[in-house]
């Protein structure tokens, strides 16, 4: 039986994995992210990772590649965080093994939106996953596969504009979902409360988005109000994700869905209660892959071409 | 040659259309929407109306159908304004003509943003069209098709949750998009600032939308805070499609879009000043069918099968 390899290129890691043809996860392995020579010697790691692994190259079904940029075909304008300008992904790749296997590339959130979604227990048609973690990414998948936009960018649930103002996004703008509900903007709103002085069993010494979530389970009042304006702003990003697209499913991934439904059913009351009635009776779950999400949606891309 | 024909149900009246198979209007005329018998007579009239322009029904390709409701397959689960409860449209058609002819079934503003896409000088794979006028409607291209939704809804951009508070909207929310720049939005608030004593070239005696954009392009104060602050509200909702969605093209139409340039470059510039930079290159152009774009779009349907 042939195999499937699958990399989720990250800014400091790559997660590696090898799958059968049915999908079936054989090994898991992380290699460094080298950015030297804007990036191009990733494809040789990747490459050398391959030959190790498998060295009989014919005996590789495909190869599916998750990077942090938008993506074109396999073409990928620029991915800030790798060094790479105007790299045909797929032709690097096959150029530092020496052989034409067939490489299909992806936008990693998006890659990991299908992962979650080929996961999913239910058959279903469309969905939206949404990651909080630093930042919020998000991917879309309509018709069983990865809407990926004019310019391979979309999802960029992130970057939603919530408020007229707010706090500066890393993206230039103010207001965005970003800056209220990721895991940096509740460390950081909170921070900011605890130095003006709110009562809080919370110390500015020890802490972030894990004992902040911990404090709000423990029915800290300071914790519970900074994770339900969390919660509040995701209800209404989630309500305008289905108000335009009415999909079967929205999952929450990413460091903050750790909290379970303890945050996830703060967000479902929001989202029920500032939402068009007609998609309200939207189901909002938890992701279920975790950091594997990208890895095994590029296997699955593998499988089901794309 | 073969006809096509479309038929446009709205509350008061149904826009009828018969094109030739390569989808050239032949003739267009309206008949009169009767609700009584929960809407049923909508069909007896439609069927009559087929039979007194084409007698020979075997000269038929097939019937396009636009309502005003979520739509599943051929199917209505409920349409307000038409009385229509559990209602397959196709065969209820099918049974008052007497012959089983190819009857395709859309949401009216679906079916809308489809004609105005179709019409669209450039051959693209992707749009949204808002449709301004007492309320705003929307629907989604992606992919050269409809973008249905899983319960036939979706494109529903007037219910947009803008602001966290705001006027009650119809939808029983407050601070939707249709709230603040639909063409009674903008009357409504134009009024309560009159009333409230701000100066203006503007009278109470005298008022709707079109004479609040002429003021506006006249130059007075009141009428250009009212357009520029409709525009605001639909540069930063078309930011939030595009952020989510990544399109090729999106389209005002509606009453509101016949102020032209005036208007939509004041949309174009607030939705730069607002949207995430990698997708800020997006064109907004003014729809070109007006009030036929439902008719074409179902006669489009059925030429393109949906």
Redesign the interface.
Known sequence: MKKILAFDVGGTSIKCALYDAHGALLEKWQIKTDKKDCGMRIFKDIAASIRRKLPQLDQIQGIGIGVPG?VTGTFVETAVNLGWKKNDVAKALQDALGEAIPVFVENDADVAAYGEFMAHKKSL??MALLTLGTGIGGG?I??KTI???????????G???M??TGNRCN???TG?LETFASATAVVHETMRKLKSGTPSTLSLDNINAKIIFEAAQAGDDLALAMVDKAAYYLG?AI???N??????LVLIGGGLSDAGDFFIDKIRKHYRE??????KALPIERAVLGNDAGIHGCMEVVRNHG
Chains 1, 2 share one sequence.
């Open positions: 938008p048609a469309s879309v309509l018709d809407h990926r936009g004019a310019n391979g960018v979309g999802g960029e649930f970057h939603f504009k408020a007229e993206c230039g703008n965005c209404r309500g305008l994700i108000t335009a697209l009415d999909l079967e500032n939402t068009f009635h007609v998609v």
